[in-house]
Antibody, heavy 120, light 108 residues
């Protein structure tokens, strides 16, 4: 079945960087954009950006530009999200999600299980 | 930057109808998607393309659109519907997405 499996929880110190992985299975990884979303405790869902796994093209939310990098490894069907210069405000659960169609922006299915990143 | 506006909270009695709105300038031109989020769980899509219901989502969930506002309606609210609901849509360029601030649905 179509599935996204994310890497495990991370604890980082302020100023450090974190990289979260998202391994796809059950479909052609190159054919569907991957989006990243986060949710800090007590806060809402926040869209971070998206990547086209075929071309590597990315767009990042303005809030994260300069601090986030989304990449992929086609050979292992894995997407990565790296966030740098971490502060306590980056403590959140980070999700990857497959976008069903580039023509229908916002239709995400499935989602990864989430990765808790704690900055402390 | 583009914003989608939702009421922070909606309360409804068990079995009654709940309506959650989402307002944004580009909603007349961009589809909206509604996600249900419960604590400790992955978001679940309950409405796509303004008013389409994915398979497996109960019929009591419906969506509508009028001008710059889209609405998620839950008819005959059940206890298990208590959750946070988020609208999601693209900006005019379609390059960037934004979530609404979320609405906490409380079932009384």
């Amino acid at each position: 079945q179509v599935q996204l499996v994310q890497s495990g929880a991370e604890v980082k110190k302020p100023g450090a960087s974190v990289r979260v992985s998202c391994k796809a299975s059950g479909y052609n990884f190159a054919n569907y954009d991957i989006n990243w979303v986060r949710q800090a405790t007590g806060h809402g869902l926040e869209w971070m950006g998206w990547m086209n796994p075929n071309s590597g093209y990315t767009d990042y939310a303005q809030k994260f530009q300069g601090r986030v990098t989304m990449t992929r490894d086609i050979s292992t069907d894995t997407a990565y999200m790296e966030l740098s210069s971490l502060t306590s405000e980056d403590t959140a659960v980070y999700y990857c999600a497959r976008e069903i169609s580039a023509n229908d922006r916002g239709w995400f299915d499935p989602w990864g299980q989430g990765t808790l990143v704690t900055v402390s | 930057s583009y914003e989608l506006t939702q009421p922070p909270s909606v309360s409804v009695s068990l079995g009654q109808m709940a309506r959650i709105t989402c307002s944004g300038d580009t909603l007349p031109k961009q589809y909206a998607y509604w996600y249900q989020k419960k604590p400790g769980q992955v978001p679940v899509l309950v409405i796509y393309k303004d008013n389409e219901r994915p398979s497996g989502i109960p019929e009591r969930f419906s969506g509508s659109s009028s001008g710059t506002t889209v609405t998620l309606t839950i008819s005959g609210v059940q206890a298990e519907d208590e959750a946070d609901y988020y609208c999601l849509s693209a900006d005019q360029s379609r390059a960037f997405l934004v979530f609404g601030g979320g609405t906490k649905l409380t079932v009384l």
